[in-house]
T-cell receptor, first 112, second 115 residues
Framework: GNSVTQMEGPVTLSEEAFLTINCTYT??????LFWYVQYPGEGLQLLLK?????DKGSNKGFEATYRKETTSFHLEKGSVQVSDSAVYFCALTDNYGQNFVFGPGTRLSVLP | DAGVIQSPRHEVTEMGQEVTLRCKPI?????LFWYRQTMMRGLELLIYFNNNVPIDDSGMPEDRFSAKMPNASFSTLKIQPSEPRDSAVYFCASRQSQGRNEKLFFGSGTQLSVL
């Protein structure tokens, strides 16, 4: 079945540091890929998405590129802020839009 | 739009009691998902509906759990009888259609504590 794997957290960075959170997936066909973010006490909200190979999703300084050859969708940000502290989830939906599979989440803490 | 609305926000109950969680999806959305989130197991899909019909309930833990969607604007997740291991945050999410490009919109969750 479809699955998503993320790097283990927690990740602790200083403000203005570079962020990478690794995500790899297993899926048949052509999934769509997503990054969601969860702030404390809230539900998940979409951060960015990519729907085909080599697409780059971007939002709020975050980027991720859909790499079909490596089945990856790594999240990056050039300069993190304290307000970026949250849990980040990589996710996919399959060819037919059935189901919506999430990775285990990676907790990010940014220190001032 | 008010977004996905879940109630109650918090529920504290005793073992053996029946618990009902409620969800109102965004108007016009025809896919609805129930997830459970715990520290140990992360975010688990319990069940999802498309056009009010359950499509995949393989994530429902056992017969104590049941979910219904009697119409396009309302869904319930029921646990009977509840057990301490059911303590978790339960999220409802909806999307406009089943298309592969459609994003999910999440509610704020119900924090369930079973004592």
């Amino acid at each position: 079945g479809n699955s998503v794997t993320q790097m283990e957290g927690p990740v602790t960075l200083s403000e203005e540091a570079f962020l990478t959170i690794n995500c790899t997936y297993t899926a048949t066909g052509y999934p769509s890929l997503f990054w969601y973010v969860q702030y404390p006490g809230e539900g998940l909200q979409l951060l960015l998405k990519a729907t085909k190979a080599d697409d780059k999703g971007s939002n709020k300084g975050f980027e991720a590129t859909y790499r079909k050859e490596t089945t990856s969708f790594h999240l990056e940000k050039g300069s993190v802020q304290v307000s970026d502290s949250a849990v980040y989830f990589c996710a996919l939906t399959d060819n037919y839009g059935q189901n919506f599979v999430f990775g285990p989440g990676t907790r990010l803490s940014v220190l001032p | 739009d008010a977004g996905v609305i879940q109630s109650p926000r918090h529920e504290v109950t005793e073992m053996g009691q029946e618990v009902t969680l409620r969800c109102k999806p965004i108007s016009g959305h025809n896919s609805l998902f129930w997830y459970r989130q715990t520290m140990m197991r992360g975010l688990e899909l319990l069940i999802y509906f498309n056009n009010n019909v359950p499509i995949d309930d393989s994530g429902m833990p056992e017969d104590r759990f049941s979910a219904k969607m009697p119409n396009a604007s309302f869904s319930t997740l029921k646990i009977q009888p509840s057990e301490p291991r059911d303590s978790a945050v339960y999220f409802c999410a909806s999307r406009q259609s089943q298309g592969r490009n459609e994003k999910l919109f999440f509610g704020s969750g119900t924090q369930l504590s079973v004592l």
